[in-house]
């Protein structure tokens, strides 16, 4: 049995006794900054130790969801015998005994692409006539053809895109991330969501999807409303002043401290954090929203209106983010699921997001963000190559098997197209990326070790990826 010495502390004790200390050092910082109190400056938060473990190519991720799943025969994927096929009876050889979500017992008929694709870029990038701004940028995107998923239905689909299964309650790859690696700020949360709404049957999105799961609480992503204060009571009420809010934060530290001696709540630690980044974040969130000082000239190109709530303006909060050391920005946009009204609600979701995407990408790219950073452009899953007999608003249902994201930024290859499906939309015949493969991708890109990144859960060595083998997708990284 090993001595104890009278000045070790264990976790608990530890806890217990500088709950009011942690606090009140969150507040010093807070009062640094305004003057009152020492100096402080903030490093970032670390991740855990050794991470990251290989180069690290990007130091943040994007990612666009295209909440509902954007159709990728109206956007990335040319289908010319598709196309002469319209109207003519869907082979039932690629059909049968496949998961169909709402098309299960109709008559279906091949629906041909209701746009036109033309080439752009030094490479030929085929891209849809809905998405004018996406030409502009062919050089810079890979467009992957060939993304494979498990789950039919829009919310089992999100999960298992955000966490790698459809098992409620697993942490979600942004949680991940700021676990691993931590993030670049101390006055952010290193996981933002923002979401938009425009479209078709925007469907609803459960906050468990950006959570920590089993991981600490302090990982998980924290939505910023689209509109008013990005976060709620972010500013002082009136009349109280930070020396006023330290005599709060030292009664709630206090209470803390009770309350571990009582039941020793492993979420202290968490608390206590929340508490300090709710402090910083009383200084960082209004200069983060006050666009005052972006010129005229970036407002236009995004289209954005500052606080209307649109995917433009999120756009341009993304880059602010970016800037201040976010380390993972979570974008939905709801609005897509395009089961009737295709070419109405294509018109209406494209034109909202196409111009502000280009406008985020662009952004990056001049002013040198865009090489450190990872863009993830896509939905949930895709819709099928067919739609039902006789209905008048055509539409297409949701599909699996086959449909298209795009990668841009630091280590992929722009101006290429990856994976293919075959000569109908209907499977991902070439190159089939899983969804596991695309957050390995992730993973690697920022310098993370996929196979080698595990949290001990339940006796199981857990991990974004799985069980099952996830490959880095090798050929789209430069």
């Not at 970032?44 to 509902?68: A, W, Y």
């Not at 929340?274 to 910083?280: I, K």
Request: aromatic share 8%; hydrophobic share 35%; with cysteine.
């Amino acid at each position: 049995m090993s001595e104890f010495h009278p000045m070790q502390l264990n976790r608990r004790t530890f806890l217990s006794q500088t709950g009011i200390g942690l606090g009140s050092a969150a507040l010093g910082s807070l009062l640094a900054r305004e003057g009152l109190g020492a100096s402080s400056s903030t490093n970032g938060v670390p991740g855990q130790p050794g991470l990251p473990n290989l180069t690290q190519r990007v130091k943040r991720v994007i990612f666009l969801c295209m909440s509902g799943g954007p159709s990728h025969l109206e956007t990335f994927d040319n289908k010319p015998v598709l196309s002469k096929m319209n109207g003519q009876a869907f082979p039932e050889s690629y059909t049968a005994g496949q998961p169909i979500a709402q098309l299960q017992g109709q008559a279906l008929k091949c629906l041909g692409s209701i746009s036109k694709f033309q080439k752009y870029g030094a490479n030929g990038q085929e891209i849809s006539d809905y998405l004018p701004w996406h030409a502009k940028m062919a050089d810079d995107i890979c467009i992957v053809r060939s993304m494979v998923t498990e789950q039919i239905n829009h919310d089992p689909a999100h999960t298992f895109m955000n966490t790698g299964t459809a098992i409620s309650g697993r942490p979600s790859m942004g949680a991940w991330v700021n676990y691993g690696i931590g993030c670049e700020t101390d006055e952010l949360p290193g996981f933002v969501v923002l979401s938009s709404v425009g479209g078709r049957n925007p469907q609803p999105i459960a906050s468990r999807q950006w959570a920590s799961g089993f991981l600490p609480s302090r990982y998980q992503g924290v939505e910023f409303s689209s509109t008013g204060d990005p976060v709620n009571y972010v500013r002082n009420p009136a009349g109280v002043n930070v020396r006023q809010q330290r005599n709060l934060v030292d009664a709630i530290s206090n209470l803390n401290r009770h309350r571990q001696q009582a039941n020793g709540d492993p979420e202290i630690a968490s608390r206590i954090a929340a508490y300090e980044m709710a402090f910083r974040m009383q200084m960082s969130i209004p200069e983060l929203t006050d666009v005052s000082d972006e010129p005229q000239h970036i407002l236009d190109m995004y289209g954005a209106k500052p606080g209307d709530g649109s995917f433009a303006s999120n756009c341009l909060l993304a880059r602010r983010l970016a800037e201040r050391g976010v380390r993972f920005i979570h974008l939905y946009h709801r609005g897509w699921d395009h089961h009737g009204g295709l070419k109405k609600y294509m018109d209406v979701c494209t034109g909202l997001t196409d111009k502000p995407t280009y406008a985020l990408l662009t952004d990056l790219k001049q002013r040198g963000m865009l090489d450190d950073t990872l863009i993830v452009w896509g939905g949930e899953f895709g819709r099928t190559p067919m739609s039902q007999s006789g209905k008048g608003d055509i539409g297409r249902d949701h599909h699996i098997k086959g449909f298209s994201m795009w990668l841009a930024g630091g280590g992929v290859k722009g101006g290429t197209t990856y994976g293919a499906t075959d000569d109908l939309g209907y499977n991902a015949v070439e190159n089939v990326v899983h969804v596991r493969d695309l957050h390995a991708t992730m993973l690697y890109l920022l310098g993370i070790d996929p196979e080698h990144f595990s949290v001990k859960f339940q006796g199981l060595d857990m991990r974004l990826t799985g069980v099952k083998p996830a490959r880095v997708v090798h050929d789209i990284i430069a």
